[in-house]
């Protein structure tokens, strides 16, 4: 029971993380164009909205075999799944607020 009570709050934080996720590449592609500078230097480059797409697509992709395969099998364990989903969502907000906050002050 206690298994299934966590899954609940990961489906909500996986819809959070797809909205993150895609403010986080239109914020990104409007500051692109606007004059700023891709901080992540993993993805810079004249493609780099194009990698970033795919990417978190791949990322979402993965988050969601864990969900699934949590909710099957019990692993990984569901509550730390939510701990590492919470602080995913968290760290992107923190992201998209410094994109909105550059796309603001520019």
């Known amino acids: 029971m206690a298994r299934l009570q966590v899954i609940a709050p990961l489906w909500r934080l996986f819809s959070i993380l797809v909205v993150l996720q ?29 990698i ?26 569901p509550a730390r799944l939510l701990t590492m989903a919470s602080r995913v969502t968290i760290m992107y907000v923190v992201i998209l607020v410094n994109n909105l906050a550059i796309l603001l002050w520019r």
Do not use: C, Q, W
Not at 34 to 40: I, K, S
Not at 59 to 70: H, M, N, T
């Open 52 to 77: 970033a797409a795919i990417l978190k697509t791949v990322a979402l992709g993965f988050f969601l075999v864990l969900i699934l395969r949590s909710r099957i099998s019990g692993r990984p364990e």
């Open 22 to 50: 895609a403010a986080d590449l239109v914020t990104t592609y409007y500051g692109l164009i606007g004059g700023a500078r891709e901080g992540n230097i993993f993805i810079r480059g004249s493609h780099a909205m194009v």
